[in-house]
């Protein structure tokens, strides 16, 4: 079993910046890609950014495009997710996810998830 654990949510302005972070631990030989997900009351999970193994291979969500950078520390499994220039709508509990596969956005893809951590945009 893989456990995945984020921290670094939390409240910043429009125009500002939060870095999420996301620890793997147990079974973690097993990933190979990571991703980031987002989801609000009403909403299906939304593909935010997924990282290969190596950390050479990202894929970004077009809404966040330009503004959040995916990335990923090999050696302690931990990823990362730089978000700047925030704007409202990317309010959102945001989780973590991770999987035996390569990098994708399918949610059906990753077996393994965190519990999420919110992020607040405010205006």
């Known amino acids: 079993q893989v456990q995945l654990l984020e921290s670094g949510g939390g409240l910043a302005p429009a125009g500002g910046s939060l870095r999420l972070s996301c620890a793997a631990s147990g079974r973690s030989f097993n990933v190979n890609a990571m991703g980031w997900f987002r989801q609000t009351p009403g909403n299906e999970r939304e593909f935010v950014a997924s990282?290969?193994?190596?950390?050479?291979?990202?894929w970004l969500g077009d809404s966040v495009k330009g503004r959040f950078t995916i990335s990923r520390d090999g050696a302690d499994n931990t990823m990362y997710l730089q978000m700047n220039s925030l704007k409202t709508e990317d309010t959102a509990v945001y989780y973590c996810?991770?999987?035996?596969?390569?990098?994708?956005?399918?949610?059906?893809?990753?077996?393994?998830w965190g519990q999420g951590t919110r992020v607040t945009v405010s205006s």
């Open positions: 996810a991770a999987g035996a596969g390569g990098i994708t956005s399918r949610v059906e893809s990753y077996p393994y």
């Open positions: 990282i290969s193994s190596s950390g050479f291979n990202t």
